[in-house]
């Protein structure tokens, strides 16, 4: 039985999230690979094609950057002519970004049964965008795929418990496999002339910590008054507000500071692994400090990975430069670690789900590709 998956990817960790599962799902189902474009520079996007061996996609919608009416209608518009095209029987979505939104209300609109991964994840701070697309997507989604337990506790209390699975955690799964590669392949340490526990590394993106003068300025207020080296990793957002805020210069004028472009995947990891701290506010990468067993500093109030938090390896210091600069001189991991994502197999788990589901539907979406509402 022919059975076809449309993957929805578009931003930089849904590659990453993208790269062990599609792997395992080529093997069972034909895949069409749909990259909607919201990021689009090499190092956000072509990069990890080429680095990770994800197929090219077989569409590129080619969206790019705008306003979250623009972003995500443009999206909704171009996934449908492509799921009206391509009659899948599933489509699998990935993670909280408006990709992500886009790609399950086309689906769900067109009756075709949708798979989220990472499903459940909260922050309970409803003015981030991705906390509006993930509690829509996990309306919309007939599978979810939740990396933790928090997650499936946190779907219960919205009142969804059918379909839901917990998988363990597709990036874990990615960390296992690309980490040793990354160990023998990336040569990022000596490029930047950088020794092993002896600098932070740092990413920004998140729309509270550059997009609020204050709150971006508390960051850079840290990272340039603290005596430890740091590199930091600069996401295009993070780059165009400070230098919108005119914050950049005081950045490129101190002495411990390294502004660096964004990084392909397996010179991040090796970055990670040997970085003293990390200092972050993205979610991607506050579970890699934890698989790599590095303290990580989250310049947010509140986390989706609250058991990293719970552990001790994560500490939520938000932006102020003080409790951040606190962080960074006195903050360290209390606990030993426990197997909070899995064993490195949600992607197989996820696939066997998937495969056992789509099957049991295939009758009805006959059906739906007979008689779909193609018209409305
Ligand atoms: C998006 C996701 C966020 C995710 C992040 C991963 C949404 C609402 N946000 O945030 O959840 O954590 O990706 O990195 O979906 N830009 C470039 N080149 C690019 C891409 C973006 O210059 O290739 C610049 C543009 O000025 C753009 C800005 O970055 O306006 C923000 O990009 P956008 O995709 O809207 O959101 P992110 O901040 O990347
Ligand atoms: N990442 C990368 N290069 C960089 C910065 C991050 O490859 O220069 C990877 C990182 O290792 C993680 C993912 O990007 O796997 C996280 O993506 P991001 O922080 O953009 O988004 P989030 O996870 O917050 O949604």
Redesign the pocket.
Known sequence: MGLKIVSIVG???QFIKAAPLSRVLREKMKEIFVHTG????DN??RIFFTELGLTEPDYNLGVG?GT?GY?TGAMLERIEEVLIKEKPNFVLVYG????TLAGALAAVKLHIPIGHIEAGLRSFNRTM??EINRVLTDRCASMLFCPTETAVKNLRKEGITQGVYLTGDVMYDAALQFGKIAEKRSTILSDLGVTPKTYLLCTV?RVNSTDFYDNLKGIVQALIETEEAVLFSL???TK?FLKTYGLIELLKNSSNVRLIDPVSYLDMIQLEKHAKKILTDS?GVQKEAYFYKVPCITLREETEWIETVKEGWNILVGTDSKKILQAIETFLPSSNQSTLFGDGHASEKIVDLLYDYVRSVSEKDQQWKNSSPQSH
Do not use: C, L, V
Request: proline share 12%.
């Open positions: 931003a930089r960790p919201q990021h689009y520079d956000m996007s950057s979250h972003q909280d970004t408006n990709s965008p991705e993106h996401h295009p957002r165009k979610g």
